[in-house]
């Protein structure tokens, strides 16, 4: 933390995989922070570590310059923000909203409306990276809404990433986000499609590894995946459930938009059978898992 | 060529975008290279550089001790092989076929049934790599076959590629090249459909670009491709009918194998829908420009 | 019209290719018609044949009894219903909106409410049928909401439709029109392939529909189509356009309900990519042109 | 049988579901008849009725006048057709086969060559019906080839069906084959869909059976199904494993043809899928089970 950003009071909301990492490195960062969860227990640790607990959305908007959100989806955002008890409710005029949850632009669009009716400044700023980089503080963020806002944040944003992209008015950072996770859903079930014909062409997982990982046609963060894949360790690093949920605020967007996505469509499909059978809560490589018809 | 193996004479069959490239290779290697082609006209360049011409497969085959081919597709294989004009009707015995083209792994079974026949042994080894890495003789070769037998046709492979990968038996080449082009194609049609869906989102494909291609959820290879695109330079280096005809061999191995790959066969159909556009011609990147419905 | 009816003063929103044709059979039916249509043009015939016209929702809404909308989406039905002009606003208490447009059963329960809480009874009354039956008064109607509210409209239902199902609460009418129009577009989908598949291989459109459309395996809606496809005549009954809508909110639905539909997914892309192309006010019978490769 | 054809012998191979009751009509309607089957066993009760039984398909073509071939799949046909052992071997020259497999229109004219170099003319003959119409001699034959040959065997083919709809020359029955195949493939996936996402909105597949099974967009031949579906009854009228692989036919066929049929291809893949969950052996209604995650 700067100097002359010392009075900065900072709220998170929502400490799942993401935001609790996140949370605790603006801790670590010297931040005072308030926190609030849709259930209390997962906040105990950081509580313990010296963040304030709001008992509502609401009381938590009224204690701080600044909030976070890193939520599940657009209705657990609207869920938090808005109605009687929701932050917006409790923050000050001239205080910033920063959204990291992966909706869609439409979404955001919306709420950056509502935030501006209670002279807020939304800006949705989404991640690039997981568990791990969330951990470590090298996430990178894709910011969309005033640059004026955005630079604002940008040192509680270096607490917890190592880049930040500014990529227009509010909307584009969910826009890009989108994009982003498109491709990443599509490399996984590709690989998935993939190791499965290889498999069965008698060719091992170690040596399709050793093959593809080091061609340009594989997506690098395949070699990260590849050895969970080896142990069936899909302890969630990026719950399937998200990936399926971030494929369908791409549909979404997609028809809003008028383009289509042939490819995107059936393997947000996938994600769902996936889900279905018993797999949402594990890691989105679980596809393979799936498609493997390893399932019970 | 190293002393001792300046007696062996280098047939090749197939001088496509590809196969003109790979002789040309063997020509500079100082290897004795007599070549045929469907069309004479594409071997006049090589003839003039000292090439032989072999009026049919058959005087081709024995005129050598080594048979290369590069051909479109499991028909042409057939058509150049077999029969009586065919080149294993020419073939001393002890000799090697390598086939480089991208056939399934049935099909090149039953070709070495065929050749073993005829005393002649057949290695599958598909290459990794497209008309740039053919031209500088840095291909990636993954082999299939009698290891002893591959190792005798190293020094050729030295002369037209960077790196020899040994996969097994006879089949294992071409499995792993079905795996290589399912993530190729797949790479592909996803990234089209991230820009088509970003540019509808008001993001420029320049900062598309500039933010997804350096993360690890793209493939490597898209940074080449997307300067093209950018410039709707289509020329093909892999042209999309080739792509379209690997996905189907991909699809009919998978089908063989008793398993599914529901996204793959999707996208084979969107390329399908390409070619039936007037796409077939192009690279395969051009499924970017269906997709957009950039067509006429 | 039955005796004791007589007072019942009916408003009709929407004025499209069924709604103009819906409005019409109330007219003929002896009741006294109030319209209201987003552009006024749409209206003149039937204002010149007794129809009042509202110059607002909001007015509609207070003159009359019961309002029936048929509307092309969700947004266009809360911009009807909704905000300070809309007939919601208008509406006395105790009075029945009738929504026929194709909406989603999580939309028709929200508008279900709104409506509510200006004591007003919502219907979601969808329809089978496209213009034909429309104008005949052929149609028929799929009925959530209040039994009772069901009962007090039948008798304006009886003029326009031949049958009226009664499915339960609030949302089931919309749950079924689901249904239905998920098996409508993948018939028509699945009736373009099959025909652009026989024509490849020699077989007449006139053959293969003398076979198949006689054949159990046909969706008997086929015969009336095809004699339209032969003669390249895609005037809308049915626009493409809302067929792409109609399965992008069953694609939501499924979702919501944590359902997988496949098929069903990516048939709503290729009608996409069919609109793309510029097919989106052709019939739905269009996405056999697209797939035929017959466009500009 | 009329008289002129008693001396007409008949040979049958291929004594599956559909064959053995194709057989037995045609021992009822007095041909003289001989069988062979890869399995003895499934021949039994039709010896016990009077079919000679042939050791090999060789011995069985020496001891007919015309050959009817009911097998799984152009390698069935193709292995009992062709090499020392195969019927082709043992049929006079003038006689004719008539093969109702499933196959493509391709193979079929290749099968048409090779049985024409043995001086046997090949009619493709697929039906149209499963078990039911099989035994009760309902069928409808799809013919292609000679239709003087077809002329001959019509007494036949009226003993085993109730329709005969000449189509013109080799692979031409094959070919609309397949386009009812896709037909029925696709509406059977269809309506799963439909009832998954229908069941998911509080309709029980009861209601939803009364409503869609008696509009014009269902096929007809969901009214037979819809009980067994109710019943979780999945005795292979038609088996899943059939389903997929006429659709690998229909997707080879449409490559070679270059045509495109995006929906068909992931229909294909979602019946792979269910094959891979162990419902090869169901009856292919069982796509209902498979994606409602009913699976072990």
Redesign the interface.
Known sequence: MLSGEEAMKVGFVGLGIMGSRMARNLISGGYELTVHNRTREKADTLVADGAGWAETPKDLGAAVDVVFTMLADPAAVTGMATGGDGFLEGLKKGTVWVDCSTVD?DFSRQMAQAAKSHGVDLLDIPV?GTKGPAASGEL?F?AGGKREAVERCRPLLDCMGKEL?Y??DN??GA??K???N???G??M???A??????Q????SNK??AE??LD???????LR?KHPLLEQKNYQPHFPLRWM?KDL?L??????E??????????????Y??A???GLGDSDFAAIYQY?S?DV?
């Open positions: 632009p690039v990178v894709l992209i990529l227009g909307g584009q826009a890009m989108m994009v982003v498109l491709l990443l599509s490399a079930s590709a690989y499609e993939a190791l499965i014909l290889g069965s062409l008698g060719l040596k399709i093959v593809v061609t340009p046609v594989a997506a690098p963060f990260g399926r369908q791409v549909a979404k967007t997609a028809y938009q008028n383009v289509s996505l042939p490819a995107t469509n059936v393997i947000k499909e996938i769902g059978l889900q279905r059978s498609l018809g019970k």
